[in-house]
C-alpha cells in the first residue's frame, strides 16, 4: 500500500502564488510517472500536470507557463509551484500516478482563489 499526503493549498488572491507538496509512502519500490490533478465542485478530476521519473514534464494547456512541476525522487515528493493564480484554478488538487493503476487516492489540499 502505498499512501499519499498533500499539503500547501490554502487561500489567495488572484495573481498569487501557491506551492503544494506530496509526499509518498508505504511500499514503494519505484515511483513512476507522478501527476498532479485537480477537481472544482460540479466537475470531474483533470490531470493538470505530470512528470516522469526522469523529469520529462507535460502541462494541461490553461495551466501552461504559470504552474511548474518537479520532484525529489530521494524524498519521494511531488511539488507543484502555481504562479499568477487566476480564480478558475480553484479547486482541490491531488496527486497520483500518471500511465498506471492509481493508488488510493489522498485527502487533497484545497486550493482557493479569489477575485
Known amino acids: 500500500q502505498v499512501q499519499l499526503v498533500e499539503s500547501g493549498g490554502g487561500l489567495v488572491q488572484a495573481g498569487g502564488s501557491l506551492r503544494l507538496s506530496c509526499v509518498a509512502s508505504g511500499s514503494i519500490f519505484s515511483i513512476g510517472a507522478m501527476g498532479w490533478y485537480r477537481q472544482a465542485p460540479g466537475k470531474q478530476r483533470e490531470l493538470v500536470a505530470s512528470?516522469?521519473?526522469?523529469?520529462?514534464?507535460n502541462y494541461f494547456d490553461s495551466v501552461k507557463g504559470r504552474f511548474t512541476i518537479s520532484r525529489d525522487n530521494a524524498k519521494n515528493t511531488v511539488y507543484l509551484q502555481m504562479n499568477s493564480l487566476e480564480p478558475e484554478d480553484t479547486a482541490n488538487y491531488y496527486c497520483?500516478?500518471?500511465?498506471?493503476?492509481?493508488?488510493?487516492w489522498g485527502q487533497g489540499t484545497q486550493v482557493t482563489v479569489s477575485s
Open positions: 512528470i516522469t521519473r526522469g523529469g520529462i514534464t
Open positions: 497520483n500516478r500518471v500511465g498506471a493503476l492509481y493508488y488510493d
